[in-house]
């Protein structure tokens, strides 16, 4: 590994550590207790799956507006990311509605209903890019996918407002934030933490969808040492200027 | 001290998290090392 992939690295685990200290530091709530530690945790998850498909849509855009392969690999990579930290929102929620509302999970529930929805679309994406061999194909369709299923984002983010069953409301995001200083502070450090952590993933998982893709073009060389570069390594130019 | 269930929930993202970071860090230095091969 380079220096600069080992320092970041080294930066997410001090900032994972610092988001556990701070999230000690913020008191219990009057009313949850203990649990509420587990929202420093559950609400940066959920909004890098907002994040991570929003750059994936960006990306997907991109591509098809000018057939980067680098945007492709974005999108590819934000997805991924995405899709883990849209699990981990799923499960940190189930984990912390158990003692808050006595139950793991609702069916009738907007929010979870809609999330996961959401994560197997996204599971669906994966699996697509997956499905096919050709990366003209694959880019093309990927990006078209990238593109209509951030249409959930604002569905989730809003299903609270517009349907009203057992997930809660906004409670930051409105006119009259009634959250303690300290919890805000909590939350906020693991959100930026949480961040970075995103960051770290996806150029990691970038490097190395760029590392394989160099070593699938030079096994692709030498089991075609007729075809050569053109099997190899597509020319996109072609496709760009058409 | 939070409580266990809270505890559980924290060691199930921060293991989660650095199991991906691992397994993609692993990958990526076993790629890199194939292609200098």
Not at chain 1, 222 to 239: K, R, T
Request: charge should be positive; hydrophobic fraction near 55%.
């Amino acid at each position: 590994m380079t220096r600069f992939e080992k320092s970041g690295l080294w930066g997410a685990l001090a900032l994972l550590t610092a988001g556990a200290v701070v999230a000690v530091w913020s008191p219990p709530d009057a009313i949850q207790g203990d649990y509420v530690r587990i929202m420093f945790v559950h609400v940066p998850s959920a909004w890098l799956a907002f994040l991570a498909f929003g750059v994936a849509m960006a990306a997907s855009i991109t591509w098809l507006v000018k057939r980067s392969p680098t945007a492709d690999a974005v999108a590819a990579s934000s997805v991924s990311v995405g899709v883990f930290f849209t699990a981990l929102a799923l499960l940190t929620g189930m984990i912390w509605g158990r003692p808050v509302w006595g139950t793991f999970w609702d069916w009738g529930d907007a929010r979870m209903m809609t999330t996961a929805v959401m994560f197997f679309v996204y599971l669906g994406y994966l699996a697509l890019r997956r499905a096919i061999d050709d990366p003209l194909q694959r880019a093309r369709r990927s990006a078209v996918l990238g593109v209509v299923a951030f249409a959930q984002v604002p569905i989730v983010h809003f299903s609270v407002v517009w349907w009203r069953t057992l997930h809660q409301g906004p409670t930051i995001v409105r006119p009259d934030p009634t959250i303690d200083g300290r919890m805000l502070a909590a939350l906020l450090v693991n959100l930026f933490t949480f961040t970075v952590i995103y960051v770290v993933l996806v150029l990691f998982r970038l490097r190395l969808s760029s590392a394989e893709e160099s070593l699938r073009a030079r096994m692709l060389s030498a089991e075609n040492p007729l075809a050569g570069s053109a099997v190899a390594s597509p020319d996109l130019e072609v496709l760009r200027n058409a | 001290m939070p409580d266990g269930w809270v505890l559980f929930a924290y060691a199930l993202v921060y293991v989660s998290i650095l199991a991906f970071g691992s397994l993609l860090a692993r990958r990526l230095v076993a790629v890199r090392k194939r292609l200098e091969e």
